[in-house]
T-cell receptor, first 120, second 112 residues
Framework: GAVVSQHPSWVICKSGTSVKIECRSLDFQATTMFWYRQFPKQSLMLMATSNEGSKATYEQGVEKDKFLINHASLTLSTLTVTSAHPEDSSFYIC????????????????FGAGSRLTVL | KQEVTQIPAALSVPEGENLVLNCSFTDSAIYNLQWFRQDPGKGLTSLLLIQSSQREQTSGRLNASLDKSSGRSTLYIAASQPGDSATYLCAVITQAGTALIFGKGTTLSVSS
């Protein structure tokens, strides 16, 4: 089945530094990837939709200059948390849609294992 | 705007009980609905996917039903086990090509 790899699985950084999280589709091509954030004991909130070769679409309230998304290839999307602060500490999860999933598969998403960011 | 609600927020049961988790969504025009399991501090494990044209899906002790017209889905867990303890998330896709919209989840605790 489709596999999405997310790296790193956890990261601790100092306040003010930038952190990059990678999301890779290992055995399929993904024109669209989604980035979610999950605070403790909360549900997953969609942050942005990443489209290969174009600018990401951000949800209301998400700062695009703080959460930089790059989707340069059909198998890789990156989320960079710039000038991270303690309030950015969260669990970030990506999901990807199979480019060739057909009408049914087009709406089946595969999730990465998540990346836990702790900003000191 | 699609909203997904899950009831109850938390549930504690003794081992062996059958239980039902509820999910409701405000916009019945969905493409599919998915149930996930999330263990503390971990990612998501997909349990069951129900396409909009389907009524239910079964996998082992799990059975998920979908009633689009009423905007509801249930996840039935038979003969619960301590290993079933986790948070169960319900999510829907409303429009083709868009992201899953999640509920807040039901945290299940099964005691031995």
């Amino acid at each position: 089945g489709a596999v999405v790899s997310q790296h790193p699985s956890w990261v601790i950084c100092k306040s003010g530094t930038s952190v990059k999280i990678e999301c890779r589709s290992l055995d399929f091509q993904a024109t669209t990837m989604f980035w979610y954030r999950q605070f403790p004991k909360q549900s997953l909130m969609l942050m942005a939709t990443s489209n290969e070769g174009s600018k990401a679409t951000y949800e209301q309230g998400v700062e695009k200059d703080k959460f930089l998304i790059n989707h340069a290839s059909l198998t890789l999307s990156t989320l960079t948390v710039t000038s991270a602060h303690p309030e950015d500490s969260s669990f970030y999860i990506c999901s990807a849609r199979d480019h060739q999933g057909g009408s049914a598969g087009a709406n089946v998403l595969t999730f990465g294992a998540g990346s836990r960011l702790t900003v000191l | 705007k699609q909203e997904v609600t899950q009831i109850p927020a938390a549930l504690s049961v003794p081992e062996g009980e059958n239980l039902v988790l509820n999910c409701s969504f405000t916009d019945s025009a969905i493409y599919n609905l998915q149930w996930f399991r999330q263990d503390p501090g971990k990612g998501l494990t997909s349990l069951l996917l129900i396409q909009s044209s389907q009524r239910e899906q079964t996998s082992g002790r799990l059975n998920a039903s979908l009633d689009k017209s009423s905007g509801r889905s249930t996840l039935y867990i038979a003969a619960s086990q301590p290993g079933d303890s986790a948070t169960y998330l319900c999510a829907v896709i409303t429009q083709a090509g868009t992201a899953l919209i999640f509920g807040k989840g039901t945290t299940l605790s099964v005691s031995s």
